[in-house]
């Protein structure tokens, strides 16, 4: 628990550590019914790499890393299978992970020749003139492909629906020091995103929320599980996120500390919709990679 002198710290001290921190964007984590046929699915047909692959039997579950470049810099997906379970519930709150490319026409083909499945043939978005396309990954999660000029980060977007936009801007500027980076209301079709990032938009992986008119609660499911972000310190970054859910709701489900066996420190919570963000120290971090 937080001691009398960090509880009474004022709340400008407490949020100005976003300004001197080194947040970013480390991983998605999701569970898969078969891990072969996933990754065989996101180096072929996406073109991602397979970074790092571990088994850990006797929690009887294993875990593959990847992404368009090393972890030490680049977003990746940390993928879960769990022994003997081969089908999960994605639930309506997720919504898509996104992948930049210069030709999203090129890349919807390359997965149709391998099997893969395009749920929207590529063309402009409505009302614009960004290229885009969907495909489905072998668990039903999907992939938006975004025609994009060269990227340091082409896996670039979590998508998370959420039932009062205002709101979850405000936690996660506050919790997390993330930027509104551009807010989009579409009336036509009745919804508002909002893009949250620690860089510019074409240049880093974002959190998208979305907002439907009227539609306040999305069912989470079991298959997505959280985002993990690095931070240089998860006790000053635990204390913004223990003032935001104070304010906003949500709330820290594990207090900072080194996780048993292998040291890293950690802190967990949830948002006010319930999505989980895990905060993960940044040199810790690196010596798990090397």
């Not at 937080?2 to 001290?13: D, I, L, M, N, R």
Request: negative net charge.
């Amino acid at each position: 628990m937080a001691t009398g002198s960090e509880a009474s710290k004022p709340a400008e001290t407490v949020l100005d550590w976003h300004k001197q921190d080194n947040k970013r964007m480390l991983h998605a984590v999701y569970r898969v019914g078969d891990l072969d046929r996933t990754i065989k699915y996101y180096t072929e047909c996406f073109g991602m790499k397979l970074l790092r692959k571990r088994d850990i039997p006797e929690e009887k579950y294993t875990n593959a890393f990847l992404g368009f470049g090393p972890e030490d810099t680049n977003f990746a997906v940390e993928l879960t299978y769990n022994y003997g379970v081969d089908k999960y519930d994605i639930g309506t709150g997720f919504g898509h992970f996104a992948i930049a490319n210069e030709d999203v026409y090129k890349l919807a083909e390359n997965i149709k020749s391998k099997g893969g499945k395009i749920t929207r043939e590529p063309g402009p978005v409505k009302g614009g003139s960004t290229v885009i396309a969907f495909a489905q990954d072998p668990d039903g999660y999907m992939f938006e492909l975004i025609q994009r000029a060269e990227t340091p980060e082409p896996l670039c977007q979590v998508m998370l629906r959420v039932g009062d936009l205002e709101r979850s801007i405000k936690f996660y500027e506050k919790a997390l020091g993330l930027k509104l980076l551009r807010k989009k209301d579409v009336p036509d079709y009745k919804y508002t995103i909002a893009m949250l990032g620690y860089a510019d938009e074409d240049k880093t992986t974002v959190l998208e929320l979305t907002y439907n008119y009227g539609v306040t609660e999305y069912s989470k499911g079991n298959a997505y599980a959280q985002v993990a972000i690095g931070t240089n310190d998860v006790y000053k970054s635990a204390e913004a996120v223990e003032l935001a859910t104070k304010e906003l709701g949500g709330k820290i489900l594990r207090q900072p500390g080194p996780l048993p066996g292998i040291n890293t420190k950690i802190a967990s919570f949830v948002d006010p919709d319930g999505w989980k963000v895990v905060l993960v120290d940044n040199t810790d971090f690196l010596r798990e990679l090397h």
